[in-house]
Structure formats: structure tokens, C-alpha cells
């Protein structure tokens, strides 16, 4: 790599391939800030894709083009960028970096054949960038990493290789090597010596940009020896992860292993995801046609990565869940391709954007949709023939058209009404079925009220819209509560939410304190009697009844008993009695909570041969058991959950320190893999509403939870008082 130029490809069309071999799908990932936008941009520009000022032909940027993104100063989706290096087209997929937006980044890894992981020489590496190295490496995902910010004045290009080494390569350090080492150039006036170019440890030839363009020399004697150590250790990487088992023996023989080989045995181990490069990278000067290092990580994309034929074959069902072949990347195989993000454009309508795994999809015909496997996020199962629009190629804002898409390549499908994220397209009389990629829950609830008439008369729609598009969130109607909820990832996807309902729907809400469930119950026996009699002139109204109510053990709902004798009540009558007492509950007896776990028994009463009804007995038996409420002593009840938090081991302790202040009872803890503990806790669930927003400050970013409802229990007398004041002062 670094031996040969390239033709970069040409502004203002849209890269095509006409087979999977000159296809390569790449994923950016990394922390927010670590310069991700940035070195797409740069190596947009290297490929000749878009002007010096990092625009397309419209004047608008490549990547965080949205309107939020710019208010927002960060990427907030995922981004495609299409360019073309040596005759190959290189799918960039920019991912944001915000732990908030894991969804997009969930979707790219989708999406892609080989992770490029962006760390900032000047930030280092943080917990959340390493827990996703080992989630790629858990699946065999080719990476590479490039070191950015190499301007900044605390810049260390050497230490920060160093530490990739040591926590990319802790399994193996001899796979986590540099290909280059920087030259600098003179002081500035700050006294931070910027790099001006690259000595290449392989082919030991220098890669000057101090000119502005890459300008390929060859070193002097000092350079030759700042690489001697640096380049024995990379051919000793390389020939390790060789095929060719006499490599060795022959490099520590003294035989000199040519050029050529050394390469192609680099590109195949990289391919194969056993090696992982560290390269650098920075955007190019004002004026400049290149960016440091952009030519270079444009060779390893191409030359190293694998293309979709590499990629291991997909297994598909029958969408009723029958078993079907495995498919590989053949474009005149059966068409099966998988949304892996949805959009709404102001003018074309819904936008989604695919990656085809095998088959051609061509424009104007009919596919079928199908959505399964989601109904844990809030998305029903559905099955439907849908005819597409356009194939369009993005870029920017642009969308150019394309003639058709094969096997391994990703493109843009217009007018898939029904069409949601992680939805699988067929052909129409060959349906077949992807599993869908793996989300974190939506843990972080966001209650949510119509701004005015307007806006409420506008909500289902555009609320089923935004959770269509974004298979991270989760939209609950409570049926406790009366609200609507909107579970997120965090506070930055709630602001995102919001935002996108109102700019692109035109639905404005008010966000309202969530509240949870809560129940009432008796804390001991009582009796109440019910008294509903009036004349006002007519038929008039007489029902008495006379009750006792007692406490059941948790779960038992409403026990009703009938034990009047004589004929008091009438039978007719009794279930209007019922009817009236198990209405009050639902309602409430003391903070408007349903009233759970009583046995309520029917003693007493008296009727009217004319004025008695349905509708008086119904109204005395709410009342009695308002009478008897008044009388006792009644407990609110709270939903308890069971909590499982995933955190480092360093974090156990003021994970656990956290949930005790909580009201928070640890249940237990168990190792779950190398150097990670599962804490296991019970928990008020009014005590965690914030818990998604909070672990990750106590965890700096590295914990992971899951909650389930576990019981309802008695909530502290002081915390109840609380409630009914709450209450009291709204009502």
C-alpha cells in the first residue's frame, strides 16, 4: 500500500458498479467528536466527489446535512456517501457518534462489510468505542483504525498508536500495528510541530503533503532508521497472519520478503478481520486537494477491506417462519434486500434506504415488504406487495438517479409507503424474510400532550410516522396513566423527537411529567354503607347496599362476595352492586389509583318496588366502598422492577452505591464475561425514570441496563403523603 496512485472519480455523477467485486460498504464509527463528518469530507474531496470547500454541487455539505444536525452541532443519523477510488465504488457510511443515536450506528454496522474506527489523538479512547471494538470482533467485522486531530497541540500520534495497541490488540497486540509513522514539519509559534507527511514502515517511501498535494519521495538516511524497528515488527504482524507457513522461517532467516507478498498478505489478513491497521488522517489545508493520509486509507478501503462477495451468506425464512436457503451476494440470485434506514423528505414523501444482498432491484417494480420480529419495539407484523419509485444514489441533499442496484450495493428507494426500518424487500412472488438487526430498548420515558386542538388532531399520525422511521424508540399509550409516552435512548433523542415532529410533521407537543402506575389498597378491614335515594319529582331513585371490604394477598385483583340473605338486595340487583363497586375501584378511593387486591362482600341492603334500578344499585355500591375507604386505612401501591445492569467491574461499587439511594435492594451479582459484573437489583420504578440518562454518568458511558415489571408493593408512608398533596393541589 502507498506504491501507487489512483484516478480519483469525477464530480457531479453518481458512482455505479457493475458487479459486487467493485463494491465496498465501510462504516465509520467512533465517539462524538472524534472527527468522523470531518474525514468524510476529506475523503470526499481526495476522490474528486466534491469541490475544496467539502460541497457538493449545491453548496451544501456532504454528511450532517439535516437542519437538526446544524442546530445541533453534531451528527444525529446515519449518513451514505457514495465515492469512487481506482474503479471502485466505497459506500461511507458516517454513523453519529452520540450514544443517544446507537440506532443509526446499529444500522451502518448493518449495512457495512468493514468497520473504520475514528479515535482523536488528543481524547483518547472512551468505554463505549471499546465495548463496540469487541462487539465487531464478536462477529468477525474487518476494522481499521485512523487517528484524527493530529493538528491539535496535544496531539501524540506515537502514544495514541501505543494505546490503540493496547486496547484494540489486548487479545492479540502483534494484529493492532501502524502501516506509517509521521514526519513534522517546523514549529509554529505555539511550539506543536504539525505532520507533514507519512513514511510508509511497507514500501519505505515518503508521502509529503507539505505542498498541499501528496508528492511521493524517497527518505533520507535519518528517516530510514526512525522505521527500522517499526517496520520489522509490522512484517513480523503481517507474515504471522500469512497462509504461507514457510514466510517466517524464511523473514527470520534473513531472507528479504518482497514488496508484493508482504501486501497482499496485509489486504487478505485485513479482509479477514485478523488484522487491524492503524493509520492517521487529517482534513486538507485551505486550498489543498488532499488531506493528509486520505489517499492512503482510501488504498487500504480498496485494496483491504473485503467486497460483499466476502461477506458471509444471509439466512432468510418464509415470512410465515418456513426455512428458505441461504442467499450470497449474486445479483441474478433471489432478490433480497433490508431497510436499514427510513426518512421522510418534505418533497418526495418516505425515503429508504437499502442494502441489497442478493438479486437486482430496478425501479417501477413490485416488491414485497415485510416486517416481522418487531413487535417488541411497537411495530405490528405486516406483509404487503408495494411498487417503488425511483433508485437514486444520495449525495448530500441530492438524490441522483440510478438504473438499477445489485447485489452488495446500498441506494435510496422512494414511495415504500408501508416500508419501516429493518423491513425486508422481495420479489413479490418469492417472499422472504431477514432477521432484524439487534436495538437497545428504549429505556428513558418522555409523556407527551397535544400543544393545542390542531396539533392533537395531527399527533397519531405523525407519532406512528416517527417511530416507522426509528426503530429505537417506542410509542405506549398507557392505559393506566392516560398518557402517551415516548420511550427514547436519552435526553439528545428526546430533543431529536421533538424537533422532527414539529419541523417535519407540523405536530407541536408539551412534554408532562410520566408518571407510573400506581395502585390503592386496604391496609385493613372496614364496612361502608351505600345510600342512594331521591325524589325530585317522577320515577325516583332508591338503592342501599352495605359492604365490607378486606385485604387479599398481592395479585388478587377484585374478589366480590354475595352474602345477603332474605332477599334485601334483590338477585337482580346484586350485579348492579358489582357493577358499581368494581367502576369505583378502577377510579380509585383516595389519589385516583385503581384499588387492587380486596375482597368486597355484599351483607345488607334495601330496595324500592318501583324506584329501586340497575343504575341506583350501581351508584350505591360506589358509594359504600367510597364510605368504607374513608374509614380505613389505605396504601398506595408502586410498581416495583427488576433491574439488570451490565458495568465494568470498576463500576460495580457506585453502581450499586447509586441503586441504595434509589430504594434500590440488590438482589445479586455475577461475572458476565471478562472483566464485566451483571447486578441484579429491585427497584421502584418512580425511582428510575431518569435511570438511562444517570447510569451512564455514574458509568462514564459504559453501562447497560434492561427493566421488567416485577409486583406492585406498599410505598413508604412519607413518599405517599407526597403523592396525595400532588393530587390534592391539582385537583
Not at 515 to 536: N, P, W
Amino acid at each position: 500500500m502507498g506504491a501507487t496512485s489512483h484516478q480519483a472519480g469525477a464530480a457531479g455523477r453518481a458512482p455505479t458498479a457493475d458487479r459486487p467485486s467493485s463494491l465496498r460498504n465501510v462504516v465509520l464509527v467512533g465517539h462524538t467528536g472524534a472527527g468522523k463528518t470531518t474525514l468524510v469530507e476529506a475523503l470526499a474531496l481526495t476522490a474528486g466527489a466534491v469541490n475544496r470547500a467539502g460541497r457538493v454541487e449545491d453548496g451544501t455539505a456532504v454528511s450532517d446535512y439535516d437542519e437538526i444536525e446544524h442546530r445541533q452541532q453534531r451528527s444525529v443519523q446515519l449518513s451514505l456517501v457514495p465515492v469512487e477510488w481506482a474503479g471502485i465504488k466505497i459506500n461511507i457510511l458516517d454513523t453519529p457518534g452520540y450514544a443517544d443515536f446507537v440506532g443509526e450506528l446499529r444500522a451502518g454496522l448493518r449495512a457495512a462489510d468493514a468497520a473504520l474506527f475514528v479515535v482523536s489523538s488528543s481524547d483518547g479512547i472512551d468505554g463505549a468505542t471499546r465495548m463496540l471494538w469487541d462487539e465487531c470482533a464478536s462477529v468477525g467485522m474487518p476494522r481499521a483504525i485512523v487517528v484524527t486531530h493530529l493538528e491539535a497541540a496535544r496531539a501524540d500520534y506515537a502514544q495514541m498508536a501505543t494505546v490503540c495497541g493496547e486496547i484494540f490488540g489486548a487479545e492479540d497486540p502483534d494484529a493492532v500495528i501502524p502501516l506509517y509513522l509521521p514526519l513534522y514539519g517546523p514549529p509554529g509559534p505555539d511550539g506543536h510541530a504539525p505532520v507533514a507527511g507519512l513514511l510508509g514502515l511497507l514500501s519505505r517511501r515518503v508521502y509529503d503533503y507539505t505542498s498541499g498535494e501528496r508528492v511521493e519521495r524517497d527518505p533520507e538516511p535519518a528517516e530510514l532508521d526512525l522505521i527500522s524497528d517499526a517496520r520489522s515488527r509490522l512484517i513480523e504482524g503481517i507474515i504471522a497472519e500469512s497462509e504461507d507457513e514457510s514466510l517466517m522461517d524464511r523473514y527470520l532467516g534473513g531472507e528479504e520478503i518482497d514488496f508484493k507478498t508482504l501486501v497482499d498478505d496485509l489486504e487478505r489478513a485485513v479482509a479477514r478481520g485478523s488484522f487491524h491497521p492503524v493509520l492517521m488522517a487529517a482534513p486538507a489545508a485551505e486550498g489543498a486537494r488532499q488531506g493528509l493520509g486520505t489517499v492512503e486509507l482510501l488504498e487500504l478501503i480498496t485494496g483491504g477491506f473485503p467486497s460483499p462477495l466476502e461477506r458471509a451468506a444471509v439466512s432468510v425464512t418464509a415470512p410465515d417462519g418456513a426455512e428458505r436457503p441461504e442467499v450470497s451476494c449474486d445479483p441474478d440470485g433471489p432478490l433480497v434486500a433490508e431497510v436499514v434506514k427510513t426518512s421522510s423528505d418534505p418533497y418526495v414523501g418516505r425515503v429508504s434506504l437499502v442494502r441489497v444482498f442478493s438479486g437486482t432491484l430496478r425501479p417501477e417494480e413490485t416488491v414485497h415488504v415485510s416486517g416481522h420480529g418487531l413487535g417488541d419495539r411497537g411495530h405490528e407484523d405486516h406483509d404487503v406487495d408495494e411498487r417503488i419509485g425511483s433508485l437514486t444514489s444520495p449525495f448530500g441533499k441530492q438524490q441522483r438517479t440510478l438504473a438499477q442496484v445489485i447485489a452488495g450495493d446500498l441506494a435510496c428507494v422512494a414511495k415504500l409507503t408501508r416500508a419501516e426500518t429493518g423491513d425486508t424487500l422481495s420479489a413479490k412472488d418469492r417472499p422472504l424474510l431477514m432477521e432484524p438487526w439487534p436495538m437497545p430498548d428504549p429505556l428513558l420515558p418522555l409523556a407527551i400532550a397535544a400543544h393545542s386542538k390542531a396539533d392533537e388532531d395531527k399527533l397519531s399520525q405523525g407519532l406512528a410516522r416517527l417511530v416507522a422511521e426509528d426503530p429505537t424508540m417506542r410509542l405506549e399509550q398507557n392505559p393506566d396513566t392516560h398518557q402517551v409516552v415516548l420511550w427514547c435512548l436519552g435526553e439528545a433523542h428526546q430533543d431529536v423527537a421533538l424537533e422532527r415532529l414539529r419541523s417535519r410533521y407540523g405536530v407541536q407537543v408539551d412534554p408532562v411529567p410520566h408518571k407510573v402506575s400506581l395502585r390503592e389498597t386496604f391496609g385493613a378491614k372496614a364496612a361502608g354503607r351505600g345510600r342512594h335515594v331521591k325524589q325530585s319529582g317522577g320515577h325516583g331513585q332508591f338503592a342501599i347496599c352495605e359492604i365490607e371490604v378486606e385485604p387479599l394477598p398481592p395479585g388478587s385483583g377484585i374478589e366480590f362476595v354475595d352474602k345477603v340473605v332474605g332477599g334485601a338486595v334483590p338477585r337482580q340487583f346484586i350485579p348492579s352492586v358489582e357493577k358499581g363497586v368494581r367502576a369505583q375501584a378502577a377510579r380509585g378511593v383516595a389519589a385516583g389509583h385503581p384499588l387492587v387486591d380486596v375482597r368486597v362482600t355484599l351483607l345488607d341492603g334495601k330496595a324500592h318496588s318501583v324506584d329501586s334500578s340497575d343504575a341506583a344499585f350501581q351508584t350505591a355500591g360506589a358509594l359504600a366502598l367510597r364510605e368504607a375507604a374513608a374509614e380505613a386505612r389505605i396504601h398506595l401501591l408502586e410498581p416495583v422492577a427488576e433491574l439488570c445492569v451490565l458495568v465494568p467491574d470498576e463500576y460495580v461499587g457506585p453502581v450499586m452505591s447509586d441503586l441504595a439511594g434509589r430504594r434500590g435492594r440488590v438482589v445479586g451479582t455475577e461475572q458476565a464475561g471478562a472483566g464485566r459484573t451483571e447486578v441484579r437489583a429491585e427497584i421502584p420504578e418512580i425511582e428510575i425514570g431518569r435511570y438511562a440518562v444517570e447510569l451512564r454518568s455514574v458509568s462514564h458511558g459504559t453501562g447497560r441496563f434492561t427493566r421488567a415489571y416485577a409486583r406492585h408493593e406498599p410505598m413508604p408512608p412519607q413518599i405517599a403523603d407526597k403523592v396525595r398533596e400532588q393530587v390534592e393541589k391539582g385537583s
